[in-house]
């Protein structure tokens, strides 16, 4: 079992920055892949950014490549997610999840039912 916690949301205004940290229990956390995914307001849960085990393989949503940047330290079972030049349109609660399979491709990252483990999510506000 692995339970994850977010935290770091908040209110911010359109072009700051905002850095989402999920801690994880559990001796094994490097042993999964983690990602990211978020949910606006009537609009259903869509990824956002993935990492693989070896924290080497990333992969973002078209929408947020170039302003986010997502990161973990096996070290202290953590995943971050960096937020920069923040839009009105990132305004969503930010989920962060485990997959256990290590031979998830980055593709398959992107989809929510690969996942085994989720937080409960922080809400990330983007005033215009």
């Known amino acids: 079992q692995v339970q994850l916690v977010e935290s770091g949301g908040g209110l911010v205004q359109a072009g700051g920055s905002l850095r989402l940290s999920c801690t994880a229990s559990?001796?094994?956390?490097?042993?999964?892949?983690m990602g990211w995914f978020r949910q606006a307001p009537g609009k259903e849960r869509e990824f956002v950014a993935a990492v693989r085990w070896n924290a080497v393989t990333t992969s973002y949503a078209d929408s947020v490549k170039g302003r986010f940047t997502i990161s973990r330290d096996n070290a202290k079972n953590t995943v971050s997610l960096q937020m920069n030049s923040l839009k009105p349109e990132d305004t969503a609660v930010y989920y962060c999840?485990?997959?256990?399979?290590?031979?998830?491709?980055?593709?398959?990252?992107?989809?929510?039912?690969?996942?085994?483990?989720w937080g409960q999510g922080t809400q990330v506000t983007v005033s215009s």
């Open positions: 559990g001796r094994t956390f490097s042993g999964y892949n």
């Open positions: 999840a485990a997959d256990r399979d290590i031979y998830s491709s980055s593709r398959r990252l992107s989809y929510e039912d690969v996942y085994d483990y």
